[in-house]
């Protein structure tokens, strides 16, 4: 019998692995940077995280809370059970009582998931929650993984991992904006009149992400080496799109969605490991 689920198993990671890939090359090649006993955890976190941003974001014909809720509660069940139908959340679940991952965490991102359902524009506290759960509470989760039986060392890392999910999810929507404005009618960043947004409204946000980009290099220093040069390699993709939109006009990422082509991420996958120096 254990065989048998072994194999359900890899199918399942599998599964992970081709949503990964298929959602995100930049991602791709961070984690086949990651030393290979993270690599799957890491796969089984992205495809979990993947399945619920595609409900929210894309599944348009569909009742979305009622899917959303349903993976809420497969995945309760499924990590209480130690197996899940879905291989997607099989895959979460293996990871999940391995790593022994705070399940707070993962209601944090599924409630922030929900948030999109129902809201549209965000208050200064509502986008604060946003952020911890969306983007920061993944982060964690990843740290779970990357800190496993390393005393202390979670704790030490936390701020610094909280301020790498920041600065990536306000980077997303500052790319995004087109797409969350013109299309499903939401604006993340607060006190702000998207149909009149500005350089200098631009320049706030962009001075916002600059420190915690700077934060979150001085944890990334401090990881274990084993995982140093995938997650580096996240933060020098995200530095790159971050330069570019710094020199676009406000008005051009209203209308666009801004993108790195996969020739220069492959550009600066090479660039960040010939020249691996920990820099911003």
């Known amino acids: 019998m254990k065989e048998q689920k072994d194999i359900f198993d890899l199918v399942s990671l599998e599964c992970s692995k081709q949503t990964t890939k298929a959602y995100s090359t930049s991602f791709s090649l961070a984690i086949k940077l990651l030393n290979k006993e993270y690599r799957n955890a890491i796969y089984s976190i992205y495809g979990f995280v993947r399945l619920a941003d595609e409900i929210v974001d894309t599944f348009h014909n569909y009742d979305k809370k009622k899917l959303l809720n349903q993976l809420r509660n497969s995945t309760k069940d499924a990590i209480k059970e130690k197996i899940s139908l879905n291989p997607i959340i099989n895959s979460f679940q293996n990871t999940v009582n391995r790593y022994n991952i705070d399940w707070m965490l993962i209601d944090s991102f599924l409630k922030s998931m929900e948030y999109d359902l129902e809201h549209k524009n965000c208050t200064p506290d509502s986008y604060k929650e946003y952020i911890r759960g969306s983007a920061e509470a993944v982060g964690l989760m990843c740290l779970y993984v990357f800190t496993t039986n390393k005393t202390g060392k979670y704790n030490d890392l936390k701020p ?45 946000i962009e001075e916002d992400i600059e420190k915690e980009f700077i934060h979150a290099l001085v944890g990334i220093k401090l990881l274990d080496k084993k995982a140093q040069k995938g997650v580096y390699l996240a933060f020098r993709y995200y530095v790159s799109l971050f330069n570019k939109i710094k020199n676009l006009d406000a008005s051009y990422i209203l209308k666009n969605r801004v993108r790195i082509s996969n020739f220069n991420k492959i550009m600066i996958l090479m660039f960040s490991q010939f020249s691996f120096k920990l820099k911003y």
């Open 160 to 204: 610094y991992a909280e301020s790498l999910g920041s600065a990536f999810q306000k980077i997303n929507f500052l790319r995004d904006l087109s797409d969350d404005y013109n299309h499903l009618r939401r604006v993340y960043f607060p006190n702000i009149d998207i149909s009149k947004f500005d350089n200098v409204q631009k320049k706030s």
